[in-house]
């Protein structure tokens, strides 16, 4: 399984930005989708994800602005990204795990300028 970060850039806070990931390939026993990203200097850390449950969690601080949509014909998860601030500002990852993987894409930049 192949994923394809796109859509980062540069904003002004208070912009929007949306991230796709597509996924080329095929996966059994996928247990959850989603975003993670990392700052200079911090972990990295869930931004948004949803189960094969169909539960989707956000990140405290993303809360509110940001909205996770799977499109599944299209093999493509997308992040939109509202009401953007200068701590947004990371490295975002694309992330499908399960049982026996765990694949990351190469990360998108998403620079918010305030």
């Known amino acids: 399984v192949q994923l394809q970060a796109s859509g980062g850039g540069s904003v002004q806070a208070g912009g929007s930005l949306r991230l796709a990931c597509k996924a080329s390939?095929?996966?059994?026993?996928?247990?959850?989708i989603g975003w993670f990203r990392q700052a200079p200097g911090k972990q990295r850390e869930l931004v948004t994800a949803i189960s094969t449950g169909g539960r989707t969690d956000y990140g405290d601080s993303v809360a509110g602005r940001f909205t996770l949509f799977r499109d599944s014909a299209k093999n493509t998860l997308y992040l939109y990204m509202n009401s953007l601030k200068p701590e947004d500002t990371a490295v975002y990852y694309c992330?499908?795990?399960?049982?026996?993987?765990?694949?990351w894409g190469q990360g998108t930049q998403v620079t918010v300028s305030s």
């Open positions: 992330n499908i795990r399960g049982n026996l993987f765990d694949y």
């Open positions: 390939g095929t996966t059994v026993g996928v247990q959850r």
